[in-house]
Nanobody
């Protein structure tokens, strides 16, 4: 079993930055692809970013491309999401997820483990 705990969310003004962290425990996630997803009030959960097991491959949703960066530190069993130039439409609960297997994918249904989420609120 893998437990994932997100942190780093909060309230920020539009144009600001936040860095989310996702700490894994239970087992090493060095052999897992990792992803970030988000869910805004009244909306379905959507893909944000994903990274392969070794960090060589990343994919981003078009809405965050060029503003968000996903990275990982396998030695720390942690994945990050650096969010810059935040917009009000980025407001959501952000979830970290782990997928058995090496390869990154934006498909939420194939992720095996999920965190509880961290709230990000961007004010205008």
């Amino acid at each position: 079993q893998v437990q994932l705990v997100e942190s780093g969310g909060g309230l920020v003004q539009a144009g600001g930055s936040l860095r989310l962290s996702c700490a894994a425990s239970g087992r090493t996630v060095s052999g897992y692809a990792m992803g970030w997803f988000r869910q805004a009030p009244g909306k379905e959960r959507e893909f944000v970013a994903t990274i392969s097991w070794n960090g060589d491959t990343t994919y981003y949703a078009d809405s965050v491309k060029g503003r968000f960066t996903i990275s990982r530190d396998n030695a720390k069993n942690t994945v990050y999401l650096q969010m810059n130039s935040l917009k009000t439409e980025d407001t959501a609960v952000y979830y970290c997820a782990a997928k058995n297997g090496y390869w990154a994918t934006p498909t939420s249904g194939v992720y095996n483990y999920w965190g509880q989420g961290t709230q990000v609120t961007v004010s205008s």
